[in-house]
């Protein structure tokens, strides 16, 4: 069973593993084709103003922009489960899991990156800037990434998954094949947005810590602070509607 998550716009920075290559990313066989989205990106920054990525970024501070215009390729990384900050981020803490939760997120844990595309949480990223819903020249990234990872996705994600991700990043990859269990998340009658992100980070961890291998063990798992209100089914999909205490 894997477990899909959206990224974080928000990003620690520095880093101190090795920069942009093959040996950083799963499916290194596919390694070509994050590398073209990459030269794209790349030609991006070289050849833009500072004003000019300061809208493509969604930045204000010219100092910020600098910064994210100077190229990756030399760039430390770190596992990108580290790299990104943010609600969801926060509501993990991956840092104070003990090591076989950790081990657990590194090997089952998806992210997808705006620019780098489908990544394993232990994949090794550099510090970039990239606004969800920013357009590149001539390509569409999200029609990209699914053209060419899905197949390999589906395979490596075997029979279950548990889709923690925000909606926009089905355009990444759509499960498919695989049984799936989606979220929705209510509080005083309301969808919630940013306690959605908050309680996805939570499942993560609660998921982590108990080591879950398949949607069985999961349902039987008690969530502090989530109930299960209301579980509706189509197809493949299992929407878990939970209110929040």
């Known amino acids: 069973m894997k477990i899909l998550l959206a990224p974080a716009e928000t990003k620690n920075q520095g880093g101190e593993e090795k920069s942009f290559c093959k040996d950083n990313f799963f499916l290194p066989e596919l390694f ?10 790349e030609e991006l920054l070289s050849s833009s103003s500072i004003e000019e990525l300061s809208k493509w970024f969604g930045l204000k501070k010219l100092d910020e922009v600098e910064k994210y215009k100077q190229s990756l390729i030399e760039k430390p990384t770190m596992k990108a489960i580290n790299r990104y900050n943010g609600v969801a981020f926060d509501a993990l803490d991956y840092n104070s899991l003990d090591k076989k939760s950790q081990n657990y997120v590194d090997e089952n844990v998806l992210l997808f990156s705006n620019l780098f595309g489908p990544l394993k949480a232990n994949d090794l990223i550099p510090d970039y800037k990239y606004k969800q819903g920013a357009k590149l020249p001539d390509v569409n990234v999200e029609k990209f990434y699914m053209d060419n990872f899905s197949v390999a996705l589906d395979d490596f994600v075997g029979e279950e998954v548990i889709d923690l ?25 309301k969808v919630v947005s940013h306690w959605a992100k908050f309680y996805r980070g939570k499942v993560l961890q609660e998921i982590a810590r108990n080591q879950i291998s398949n949607h069985s063990e999961f349902m039987d798992m008690p969530i502090p602070g989530l109930k299960l209100n209301e579980m509706q089914e189509k197809k493949n999909i299992k929407l878990l509607i939970m209110d929040i205490a």
């Open 165 to 189: 991700r925000a909606g926009f990043y089905e355009k990444f990859y759509k499960v498919k094949k695989a049984q799936c269990l989606t979220f929705k998340f209510i509080k005083d009658g």
């Open 32 to 41: 070509e084709k994050r590398e073209e989205i990459f030269n794209i990106y």
